[in-house]
């Protein structure tokens, strides 16, 4: 009768254990030798055995196992050297079986009979149990860290561990500051940048350059600001701040200004935006603000479809604002305010009172509307921004 022997750890420091793959071996070739069996093959995996992924080892185990006539069983040291999945020690038992190939555990011993095969199917969902449930504790332990401000990974660069805390490292943090600090002043591109800093003597663990791409990847990590971000979760890191956060919010701002083609663009607030309609179609009224010959245009126009509906921006503010608000000095100061603290202003105000149908508002003539809306086109493919 002739067999083969099957090894596995889960990682390369396993393999320096106790069952070391040579030790699982040696148990393998004993248990042979005491029952008189041929030994036609040994294989060894260094993975882990929860998928058939990179286990090359027991895929040609299995391939001579089947196209052999003479082989009778896959010996291993216990079933969870096998697989620590349910259904693939099931797989691999259904190629073995239709073979005529046993699987033969030394630790285990599980017999050849109906009661035998249970628990070995038993032993298997035992082996896959343990290795969901330590995963589970794993995880939840390195949650738990992430929670204490700990570091989980290796850390970044700029950064060295030191009796298991995270502390700045002394070669290499100044130069990764001075490549936030250039980058803030917004003068430089990313290859200009991880030139510049090469040049400076900055290199990876691996001693190279590191790369546009990769400084793109520093520069947008919170983690240098004291913080930790891990799977869209902040979470106040106990390790020192290289940077501040107004160091790194300029940075972001830089990125923002580049991707909108170096221009930023400018916030609008409208008291009334998105709570007007038009009269014609009843379509929302959109605030525009445009500029032409150093002048400011601000409008509520309506977008709809065959629709050329425009009011100017003031004088429908105004006309709402003195219908929520009774006393002169109160309008006078909303009109004069902060035009977000107006809107909010509005917005208290429409919730406490209930309106009258909306008021008919005063417009222009529409001869002069038509003039100044002529104007106003000629404007409108100059410098123009819009808010919803």
């Known amino acids: 009768m002739s067999v083969i022997l099957y090894a596995r750890v889960s990682t390369g420091d396993q393999a320096e254990k106790d069952l070391s793959i040579p030790a699982q071996l040696r148990a393998c070739r004993q248990l042979a030798k005491s029952e008189g069996w041929l030994i036609a093959g040994e294989y060894q995996d260094i993975s882990s055995g929860r998928s058939f992924c990179d286990r090359p080892g027991l895929t040609a185990a299995i391939k001579q196992a089947v196209k052999s006539g ?3 069983a896959l010996v291993v ?4 050297r096998l697989a620590r999945n349910l259904y693939d020690h099931l797989v691999i038992k259904g190629k073995l079986k239709r073979n005529g190939v046993n699987i033969v555990s030394i630790v285990e011993n599980i017999e050849p009979s109906p009661m035998g095969e249970l628990i070995e199917h038993i032993m298997a969902a035992q082996a896959e ?9 794993v995880k939840k ?7 204490r401000g700990q570091w989980n990974a290796s850390p970044p660069i700029g950064y060295l561990t030191r009796d298991g805390r995270l502390v700045l490292d002394p070669a290499r943090a ?3 500051r001075l490549g936030f600090e250039r980058w803030a002043t917004g003068t430089t591109n990313s290859k200009e940048l991880a030139d510049e800093i090469y040049r400076q003597g900055l290199v990876n663990r691996k001693g190279q350059k590191l790369c546009a791409s990769g400084w793109c990847r520093v520069l947008h990590n919170c983690f240098y600001t004291g913080q930790m971000l891990v799977k869209g979760t902040i979470n106040q890191g106990k390790h020192p701040p290289l940077i501040t956060d107004g160091l790194f919010q300029r940075c972001q701002d830089v990125f923002r200004a580049k991707r909108s083609g170096g221009r930023t663009r400018k916030k609008l607030c409208f008291l009334l935006a998105r709570k007007t309609f038009c009269p014609n179609c009843g379509t929302f009224l959109v605030g525009e603000e445009h500029q032409k010959r150093n002048r400011t245009y601000r409008y509520y126009r309506c977008h709809g479809p065959n629709c050329r509906f425009w009011i100017k921006a003031e004088p429908l503010e105004k006309v709402v604002i003195e219908k929520l608000i009774a006393t002169q000095t109160d309008i006078t100061a909303l009109m004069e305010g902060d035009v977000i603290q107006k809107r909010m202003i509005i917005e208290a105000k429409v919730k406490r009172i209930n309106l009258a149908p909306s008021p008919v508002v005063e417009l222009a003539p529409e001869e002069e509307r038509t003039q100044e809306e002529g104007r106003f086109s000629n404007s409108y493919q100059g410098d123009q921004r819009v808010i919803t």
């Open 77 to 80: 040291h216990r079933l969870d």
């Open 174 to 176: 100044p130069l990764v």
């Open 141 to 147: 332990g390195l949650e738990e860290r992430l929670r």
């Open 129 to 137: 149990f343990y290795s969901a449930n330590l995963s589970f504790e």
């Open 70 to 72: 003479d082989v009778k």
